[in-house]
């Protein structure tokens, strides 16, 4: 997959085509319904039912109510302009399932790690994978019912963010919300890019 050229005013050059994203993060954080959420094609699922044996290994502590879960990716597919094609892949969320991140990050120029401050210690082990592999990232934090009771800079702090790491908050089953937090995604890649320039 190409990765994205930009010009001298960091808008994205011509004839680029596209970008492979992760959408990254804990168990059942929603990152199925984000890919669902924003796709402009039908998405790639790959969801089994949640089975008795599953129910025995997978923490559902705060996700009780969940029925299937991703057992290998999520791909959806976004045109940003003419020239800017994001491809969405999303990760498995259960610790079992890990070994295919390193797959799904190859080619990837950024990631966005969702977060559930009901379950936040969930998604260390994504800000370790992509800090490790130098991948920049944005934090969603989803806002579960409409609902989030910490502000972006209470979860960067109990997160440990460094503060140029975008944190926002997003409800993933809204297609406005979604596209949003890929924005901020893009001008932090946009930025990180320009920074490097100067």
Request: glycine share 8%; charged share 20%.
């Amino acid at each position: 997959m190409a990765s994205v050229g930009f010009d001298t005013s960091g808008q994205p050059t011509l004839g680029t085509s596209a970008v492979k994203l992760l959408i990254a993060g804990g168990f059942g954080v929603g990152k199925t319904t984000l890919v669902g959420s924003v796709s402009e094609i039908a998405p790639l699922r790959t969801e089994e039912v949640i089975s008795e044996i599953s129910g025995n290994v997978d923490d559902l502590a705060g996700v009780e109510g969940k029925t299937t879960t991703t057992v290998a990716l999520d791909f959806g597919r976004i045109t940003v302009n003419p020239s800017l094609i994001c491809y969405l892949f999303g990760t498995p969320g259960q610790h079992r399932f890990w070994f295919m991140w390193d797959e799904l990050a190859q080619g990837a120029l950024g990631a966005v790690i969702l977060a559930d401050t009901r379950r936040l210690d969930a998604c260390f082990p994504s800000v370790d994978f992509f800090e490790r592999r130098q991948v920049p990232f944005v934090l969603a934090v989803n806002c579960f019912n409409g609902v989030q009771p910490y502000t972006v800079d209470q979860v960067r702090d109990a997160m440990d963010l460094d503060s140029y790491v975008p944190t926002v908050l997003c409800d993933v089953r809204q297609r406005e919300s979604s596209k949003q937090v890929l924005i901020t995604l893009l001008e932090h890649l946009i930025s990180l890019r320009n920074l490097a320039r100067s």
